[in-house]
């Protein structure tokens, strides 16, 4: 839908008023490379996309604040006079969130507003549709209130929607990447510390390809749970060699080789291996984009998703049937699964040649070895959260 269609229908619903209207955008995010690091204390390395959430918002006359999507039928008017601070379990409790949030840090609306919202990015693919209507919205408000927008506070400030509105134990890596994403760049990111660099990315003839495994999500939070738990064993087994250890992603890959027999459990020295080499992975990546070089960071992300596979056993059939039939295409310089595993998409760099023939064969051949269809969206790497001005 364009920016004058959404214009259109913002008018339909809501009638002319002496208040100017705004549109801000926010993308989606994938991680490109570092899965499984952000609570072991690695580096993780998002870029934000092409597609994501835009926002149409216009001061009102009264305190009512009112919420609509060309996505979802569901709408909400609010008043701001009113108790509004619960959940009602929709689309909603996202910028609801974002009111009470921007509340408790003394950024009380001055008025009532209209929102409708548009988002492009595929539901339930993993690719950070809540985060983009978190961060839009926020950005959105502290604009029109004429308040300061710092990125970095933003993201925190949509954290906490998720964590304590919406009631969601997430990390604070999508919401940063939707704040602080640049054209053309992937961001180094150290999620404890919010120590971040932006790195060049520029993809030239390739492009991100998304494929959706659309496999239900059983196991993803027991096993993800698991996992954690089996790293902290491995550090507390590391820590009796190394007191001042405080995160496995401490270790460099030689420092691992020398310790590793201090973790007696075969499965959890495995678990802690990915981890150090994932780590490092990141880093080799990151000085491969800054030499412009796409098929040493292809090879990388094949190596991650080998080690997610054996080492840290979070795939499973049809993540791995996506991969290897990525793999098979020429034109793919890697593929690798993203997000915590056990189903969910993978992201592979294809070149923009090869894409047609890349969405035929692996989805062809995915749903023989699978019996499930798969979505595949093609993308570029996009901008952080921003104004969309005149003519965009």
């Known amino acids: 839908m364009t920016t004058e269609q959404l214009m259109e229908r913002f008018m339909d619903k809501h009638g002319e008023s002496r208040h100017k209207v705004r549109i801000f955008n926010a993308p989606g995010r994938v991680n490109l490379i570092g899965e499984h690091l952000d609570y072991n204390g690695g580096y993780v390395l998002p870029a934000a996309l092409e597609f ?84 839009v919205t926020a950005f959105a408000f502290l604009k029109m209130e004429g308040k300061e927008t710092d990125t970095v506070e933003i993201a925190k400030l949509s954290q906490r929607v998720e964590n304590l509105f ?58 993800y749970n698991e996992r954690r738990s089996e790293c902290d064993r491995a550090l507390e087994m590391l820590q009796k060699e190394l007191p001042a250890l405080s995160y496995l992603a401490q270790l460099n890959p030689d420092q691992f080789v020398t310790l590793q027999d201090s973790i007696r459990d075969e499965t959890v020295r495995r678990r802690a291996q990915h981890v150090v080499e994932e780590n490092q992975r990141v880093h080799d990546s990151v000085k491969a984009l800054r030499n412009g070089d796409l098929e040493a960071f292809g090879q990388y992300m094949n190596q991650s998703h080998d080690s997610l596979r054996y080492l840290y056993e979070v795939t499973g059939d049809e993540l791995d049937a996506l991969v290897e039939e990525a793999q098979r295409i020429p034109g793919t310089l890697g593929s690798r699964m993203t997000g915590a595993g056990f189903g969910g998409c993978t992201v592979s760099l294809v070149h923009e040649e090869a894409v047609e023939r890349f969405i035929a064969e692996v989805g062809q051949q995915y749903e023989a070895r699978t019996g499930l269809k798969p979505d595949f969206y093609v993308c570029g790497v996009g901008q952080g959260v921003h104004e969309v001005k005149e003519g965009e």
């Not at 997430?170 to 602080?180: L, P, W, Y």
């Not at 961001?187 to 494929?211: H, N, Q, W």
């Open 52 to 135: 994501g959430t835009t926002l149409i918002i216009r001061p009102r006359d009264d305190n009512k604040v009112s919420f609509s999507s060309t996505n979802i039928p569901y709408e909400l008017t609010i008043s701001l006079d009113e108790d509004y601070g619960y959940k009602s379990d929709q689309w909603t409790d996202y910028p609801v969130g974002v009111i009470t949030e921007l509340n408790k840090i003394g950024c009380n609306l001055s008025s009532g507003y209209d929102l409708l919202y548009h988002g492009d990015i595929p539901n339930g693919a993993g690719l950070s549709s809540s985060a983009s209507i978190e961060v």
């Open 166 to 223: 919406v009631g969601v134990n997430s990390g604070i890596m999508d919401q940063f990447a939707v704040a602080n994403g640049k054209q053309d760049h992937a961001i180094l990111l150290m999620c404890d510390t919010l120590e971040y660099e932006l790195v060049p990315f520029r993809t030239g003839a390739y492009k991100i390809v998304i494929s959706n495994t659309n496999k239900r999500r059983g196991l993803v939070d027991s096993k």
